[in-house]
């Protein structure tokens, strides 16, 4: 049973994990620490592009408006917009994509002081996400210092990730334009690692010390949502029952 198997699995593993599985045609699904809330790392960023199509489809934003990159937004880790000039004009579309697609963190900070931090706190509690927060800026050394960290559970993500492909997320097009977006990720060494290629992934990775994440919507013939997330782990082997679970799922379906 697909469930034993993936028990089986991660109960070897150190630290705090949790998974969240469930196939969208019959409904069938499990999870294992599915309502634990995790340090979120990059996962956060998915609410934060929904806030931003929820503002653009109120016109309180448009996404061809434009911000200009300065030094001071520049933040280490992954992207590219901190190895790119000052002056650089981007719209919130690109940093919106960048944000996803290369998780890119100087774009996300400069979504969370436009959208308002309350606002996305706002958006996931009217979505039903009890336990998914945003608490800080990342790489927010002070705030992080007093205890504040971003916050996520696999079933809330796996519940948000079943919105969007049901179209319930803002509207149905900004639906599959998040989709999209999600499908385009680069960071594809986890979940899609052992998957065929032909099939298509639309999720968001996590990381940090001791912290791996993945979260994603399998369109298949079977369409399925795989979450699965690490705090305080041995991240290596993490990733490596990551990879096997994911295969497992897919082949089990």
Do not use: W
């Amino acid at each position: 049973m697909l469930y034993d198997t993936v028990k089986e699995a991660v109960g070897k593993l150190p630290g705090k994990i949790g998974v969240y599985y469930k196939k969208l045609n019959s409904g069938e699904s499990f999870c294992v620490n599915g309502d634990e809330a995790f340090i979120a790392a990059s996962v956060i960023k998915l609410p934060i592009l929904v806030e931003a199509f929820r503002q653009a489809g109120r016109s309180r934003i448009s996404f061809d408006q434009k911000i200009v990159l300065r030094q001071e937004h520049k933040l280490p880790g992954c992207g590219v917009l901190r190895h790119l000039q000052e002056g650089l004009e981007i719209t919130l579309l690109d940093a919106c994509r960048l944000m996803i697609i290369f998780s890119d963190n100087t774009a996300t900070n400069l979504l969370i002081k436009l959208l308002g931090m309350e606002n996305i706190n706002d958006m996931t509690r009217s979505l039903g996400l009890q336990r998914t927060r945003l608490n800080r800026l990342l790489f927010d050394e002070a705030a992080e210092k007093q205890g504040k960290q971003n916050y996520f559970t696999p079933r809330e993500m796996g519940v948000l990730l079943e919105g969007l492909y049901e179209g319930r997320i803002v509207s149905p097009e900004a639906s599959a334009a998040m989709l999209d977006i999600l499908s385009r990720q680069q960071m594809n060494h986890k979940l899609p690692y052992l998957i065929p290629g032909d099939v298509t992934i639309a999720h968001k990775t996590g990381e940090d010390r001791g912290t791996t994440h993945d979260v994603g919507l399998f369109l298949t013939e079977e369409p399925f949502i795989l979450c699965f997330a690490a705090n305080d782990t041995d991240v290596k082997k993490t990733e490596a029952v990551m990879r096997e679970v994911a295969l497992a799922c897919y082949e089990g379906n």
